[in-house]
């Protein structure tokens, strides 16, 4: 077995693994597994520690695995590492029942003595909520998806019952409790690994040798050009069909498309609308297409002098063009954004009002507001393909003109990626285009990470937009029951959003993915994950 690792300090202060340059052996690949393109490399390994991208949509549920998952049809938790679970009267207390016998992965740094049990999950919940545990403060020093849905704030302890069984005691009832512990993000790590890496001096190293129970482990990572898992033989649903599969991140752009039609990649996630075309027309490619709870938008630093003013929000939403983004940018693939939320949500509501397009009244708010002699405002732009927004610098380009038509100046600031970790680095910056792709189907996964005052007190609220009577009703339709109640809360929630415009809501996007058609087994969920456990050659 080649394993190849270096420690070295990455871009965002932790540890990456890395090894040579070797060229991909496509042939050998192909024996064994596939070569899978199109997206970027890792901020790190750990599903815990990031906020979207490679590691919690493609990466994590190959090597790591969650107490509960999301059904993909009714998108309610059920079984996966725990096989059942009760509650108390107040829904206060989670008991959950653990699957016997589950074995993490064996890899060339760690050989387990003992199944997965209580105490793992109890690690890899207390490492995120206690500041004392030693493996808190270790990598990324951060936990920007439960920070942003105040996870910390909402659960009081974790405990083992005994090996079989874990009690979660929650603050306040909390509808989104389950849904929010079986996303990719919620994954079981091994409490003896993590003893072992103690006892070694050596706690970085959890998050970059990961260890987990799921189908594949990581063997080897080469910084910039691939990664590759291989298979978990002791897998408890069964051997995976695939021996490995290799993460081909050195291309960006038209590159990865290339490599598929070239026959170097055999499946390429999330291509660029544009090469929709050009993917159908191959006889030897499949193309899937997923409907997806994703949004892409504007964030608006309210605190900026003149977008302080809500009348200078509103002009920039009704300057724009949301048509001809669709034409231009998703090529008839997305679907225009009345909210945050998308139309399959159970809470969406339909904003005509607020949302649309009307150039005139646009110049009568800006006079109104005192801008009518112009106003020069900066954007933003990060260049990397989603769901959400598959050709950014397309979309920016057309805001731009948008706003050059009611007088206003907008200049583009580009980079290849943002993660809002990173907002205090571009604090002058006065908006930002950006986007969210959902974990779960709860409205709340849209509205509290991205717009309340938590999240901004966190420093993980883009618009630095803060608005106590928004919050109230995301609580109340947090705790209530009554569905018929919940939808009304949420809606009311919309209209304050699409009211004060914190954020510009643009489109949202579908996911596609193309593959040879020698493969199948693939299974991506609205959620832009999925595993490999299933996927194989015909």
Not at 187 to 216: C, M, R, W
Not at 395 to 409: H, M, N, R, Y
Request: hydrophobic share 35%; aromatic share 10%.
């Amino acid at each position: 077995m080649k394993v190849i690792f270096n420690l070295t300090v990455g871009l965002f202060g932790f540890g990456l693994l890395t090894g040579c340059n070797d060229n991909i052996d496509h042939s050998e690949i192909r024996e064994q597994g596939f070569v899978f393109c199109g997206q970027g490399a890792p901020t790190s390994f750990n599903p815990q520690q990031v906020e979207r991208g490679i590691t919690s949509e493609s990466l994590g549920p190959q090597i790591f695995e969650t107490l509960l998952q999301l059904d993909p049809e009714t998108q309610l938790p059920v079984p996966a590492l725990a096989v059942n679970w009760t509650t108390n009267q107040d829904s206060t207390e989670f008991v959950l029942e653990l699957r016997k016998d589950v074995e993490f992965q064996t890899t060339p740094w760690f050989t387990p003595t003992r199944p997965m049990n209580a105490s793992d999950v109890v690690f890899s919940f207390n490492r995120i909520l206690d500041p004392k545990n030693p493996f808190h403060n270790v990598g990324n020093n951060n936990y920007p998806w439960f920070s942003g849905i105040d996870f910390q704030g909402l659960v009081e302890s974790v405990e083992a019952i005994d090996n079989s069984h874990v009690k979660f005691t929650l603050r306040r009832p909390d509808n989104t409790f389950l849904p929010n512990i079986s996303t990719t993000f919620a994954v079981i790590h091994s409490e003896e690994y993590a003893q072992q890496l103690v006892i070694d001096d050596n706690k970085d190293k959890l998050d970059i040798y990961p260890v987990g129970t799921g189908p594949f482990y990581l063997a080897e990572y080469q910084v910039g050009d691939l990664i590759r898992l291989k298979r978990n033989d002791h897998y408890w649903r069964g051997r995976p069909k695939m021996e490995q599969i290799v993460f081909d991140i050195s291309a960006w752009g038209t590159g990865p498309l290339a490599k598929l039609l070239r026959g170097e990649c055999d499946v390429l996630n999330s291509p660029l609308s544009s090469q929709i075309p050009t993917i159908k027309k191959q006889d030897q490619l499949k193309l899937d297409a997923h409907p997806a709870m994703n949004v892409a938008f504007i964030a608006i630093n309210t605190q900026h002098p003149a977008l302080e003013d809500q009348r200078v929000r509103k002009a920039l939403s009704l300057s724009i063009n949301r048509d001809n983004i669709l034409e231009s940018v998703y090529y008839g693939t997305g679907s225009k954004a009345y909210s945050l939320l998308p139309p399959s949500s159970w809470a969406y509501q339909k904003d005509t009002v607020h949302i649309r397009y009307d150039k005139n009244y646009a110049l009568a708010l800006l006079r109104d507001a005192g801008f009518s002699t112009g106003l020069e405002l900066s954007m933003w732009v990060p260049l990397e393909t989603n769901a959400y927004n598959p050709s950014p610098r397309k979309t920016a380009e057309l805001i731009q003109a948008s706003f050059a038509d009611i007088g206003v100046k907008l200049n583009l600031y580009t980079s290849d990626r943002f993660d809002r970790t990173e907002l205090d680095q571009i604090a002058n910056i006065d908006l930002i285009l950006t986007g969210w792709s959902a974990s779960t189907s709860d409205p709340d996964n849209f509205l509290r990470p991205m717009l309340s005052c938590g999240a901004e007190q966190a420093g993980l609220n883009v618009s630095m937009w803060c608005n106590t009577d928004f919050d109230f009703l995301l609580d109340l339709a947090r705790e209530t029951n009554n569905e018929r109640f919940r939808i009304n809360l949420y809606r009311q929630a919309q209209h304050i959003m699409n009211e004060e415009v914190p954020i510009i809501p643009l489109a949202h996007g579908a996911q596609f993915q193309a593959y040879h058609k020698s493969m199948s087994g693939f299974d991506i969920s609205q959620f832009n994950t999925q595993s490999f456990y299933q996927v194989k050659r015909n």
